[in-house]
């Protein structure tokens, strides 16, 4: 029988039906044995699923807001994560999502990791770590990543991709002229926690949520309905 093409009507909707959800075996979440604050258990979920082979476990979904409140959303690295709930992004500050943390200080993350049907939902005020910490992240870059960073007008209208790579090649060159030369706009920013929710789903759909909200210098956990 031939396969139906999703350009038919109604196609893209029957694909997307058609697809496989929480197709492995899923693990285990007892949230009765959760620790009191969050971290620990981000953690805990992080190496499992490094261990289980996640692709790219440290990428997230940052999650913000314009003056107008207007949502942008894209997909960056989690830089670190520390004991008192913050967690750690970088981005030139020059581009939309920096302009958006200026006009609106707050974000959300998400962590997604299919193949064991868990999601961590991050959000909370954001701050810089400061000019130090922020040039240290930088230089950590490998040169073609600090170059791309100096080079960029990110999010701005490119006319002619030809005039990219001639500043990237300029970047490349002042970066192997100036091994300690860093970005003036490059920024690493801090998330302070004030809800972190995991996320365990279940094949039959009775899904598993623990959320953790920061009252004061505690933490309260409550499980939530699927």
């Known amino acids: 029988m031939p396969q139906e093409s999703p350009a038919e ?7 997307l039906r058609s697809l496989p959800v929480f197709a492995f075996d899923l693990p285990d979440f007892r949230p009765g ?13 992080l190496m499992s699923a490094i261990e289980g082979g996640v692709f790219e476990p440290h990428a997230m979904t940052l999650s913000t807001a314009d003056e107008g409140g207007r949502p942008s959303a894209r997909v960056l690295i989690c830089k670190d994560v520390d004991d008192e709930g913050n ?20 974000a959300a993350l998400t962590f997604y990791w299919p193949q064991q049907g868990r999601q961590i939902r991050v959000r909370g005020p954001v701050t ?3 000019a130090e910490r922020s040039a240290a992240d930088f230089l950590a870059r490998s040169p073609g990543a600090r170059a791309e960073a100096l080079s960029s ?14 500043a990237l090649r300029t970047a490349l060159d002042r970066i192997n002229a100036e091994p300690d030369l860093v970005a003036a706009d490059w920024t690493l920013y801090a998330l302070a926690a004030s809800e972190v929710e995991f996320w365990q789903a279940d094949a039959q759909r009775r899904h598993t949520r623990l959320r953790y909200e920061r009252t004061g210098g505690d933490w309260i956990r ?5």
Do not use: I, M
């Not at 007008?153 to 002619?160: A, I, N, P, Y």
């Open 33 to 45: 044995t959760a620790p009191d604050e969050p971290v620990s258990l981000f953690v805990e979920w």
């Open 128 to 130: 810089t770590a400061g």
């Open 87 to 106: 967690w750690y992004f970088a981005s030139s500050a020059a581009g939309r999502k920096g302009h958006e943390l200026e006009a609106n200080p707050h």
């Open 222 to 226: 409550h499980l939530l309905w699927p």
């Open 153 to 166: 007008r990110q999010s701005q209208v490119l006319d002619d991709p030809a005039e990219a790579e001639a």
């Open 9 to 15: 009507p109604g196609g893209v909707r029957r694909l």
